[in-house]
């Protein structure tokens, strides 16, 4: 079976936008990759139960986001843009019919509302302040916002180490919930929850290159423990990157750039525990994200720096991941969806 993907990332050199290409969930063979969308720094981006792509798009003097027709072969429906650079993160929370996005660069969260033709309209945004103990982290820096399992609005804020919570009304607009404190200098990135355990959360920190697992509850999360993604003898740089979990709530699996690899954990049966699985290199430079196809038998990672994507084959029993090709050419691939 073929199932489709894109990949986006930054267009500093030789990459024009998103590209398209098709997965043979039969070999884990991908095809050859063409542009899809071509548009500026398409570095982050997500596609909606109907086939809407909502993308981050970077102009001379403005960033936002872009909405595009993936059924009408890709039509450009329209732009929500603002002075400054463009966000770093954007998703969908569907039933709320409202699109979340992150700007790293200036300290924003913005909540935009999907109106009837599908472009945005923004209702609500969050300015965030402050500072942490690392020269990376000289202020705010939100690199996620994300819809917790009881509907409330969580942020990752990289630069203040504090994972926000807050709630939101119909119409968009948020209201101060919680905070809490990461590890000083552990810069919190991404954070996804366990589909089995709705009060198990996961979150990882870029700078630390550590996992927490977090408790739940209301709006409010607790520590209960971390792991670090790196083994003891390397001393290379790395950051810590993406995030993902197995739709069994097993097995969980991360991505280090620097020490180029995808970091596994087994999860134990209430979600509160993480062994470590296993360290497998991906045999490209700097796998940003990375996700597991539809079938779950396959893990694909994209590499910024060396313009290819990785095929691992996934045991769905076991969890561990084997290499299986590097054959397809993407440039400066940052972000890989399946729609």
């Not at 997500?46 to 909502?54: E, G, M, P, Q």
């Amino acid at each position: 079976m073929q199932e489709n993907l894109l990949i986006g990332g930054y267009t500093r050199k030789t990459s024009q936008g998103i590209y398209q290409l098709s997965l043979n969930t039969q070999t884990g063979k991908l095809s050859s990759a063409k542009l899809a969308v071509k548009l500026q720094g398409p570095t982050y981006f997500t596609v909606s139960a109907k086939n809407i792509l909502y993308t981050i798009v970077q102009t001379d003097k403005q960033g936002g986001i872009a909405a595009y027709d993936i059924n009408a072969n890709f039509k450009y429906l329209g732009s929500s843009l603002q002075p400054a650079d463009s966000p770093a993160y954007v998703e969908i929370a569907e039933k709320h019919k409202l699109v979340f996005s992150a700007n790293f660069h200036t300290g924003i969260v913005t909540i935009h509302k999907i109106n009837a033709d599908q472009t945005l309209t923004i209702t609500d945004q969050i300015q965030l302040t402050g500072h942490s103990v690392r020269s990376e982290q000289e202020a705010s820096h939100p690199h996620m916002a994300h819809l917790t399992p009881d509907d409330n609005l969580v942020i990752c804020d990289y630069g203040t180490d504090k994972i926000t919570t807050y709630s939101f009304d119909d119409a968009g607009k948020a209201t101060f919930l919680s905070e809490f404190n990461a590890p000083a200098g552990a810069a919190p990135r991404h954070l996804i929850f366990n589909p089995k355990h709705p009060q198990i959360a996961y979150c990882i920190c870029e700078l630390a290159s550590l996992v927490l697992v977090l408790n739940y509850q209301d709006g409010h999360f607790k520590l209960i423990d971390q792991q670090t993604l790196l083994p003891e003898s390397y001393s290379g740089q790395n950051t810590a990157a993406a995030i993902r979990i197995s739709e069994d709530g097993q097995y969980l699996y991360t991505s280090n750039r620097g020490h180029n690899s995808i970091v596994s954990f087994k999860i134990s049966a209430d979600g509160r525990t993480l062994e470590h699985l296993q360290t497998v290199k991906t045999k490209g430079d700097f796998p940003r994200d990375f996700i597991l196809d539809p079938t779950e038998n396959y893990l694909l990672v994209p590499h910024q720096k060396s313009n290819d994507v990785t095929v691992l084959q996934r045991n769905l029993q076991t969890g561990y991941l084997t290499f299986q090709n590097n054959d397809s050419k993407v440039p400066e691939g940052t972000c890989i969806k399946f729609y």
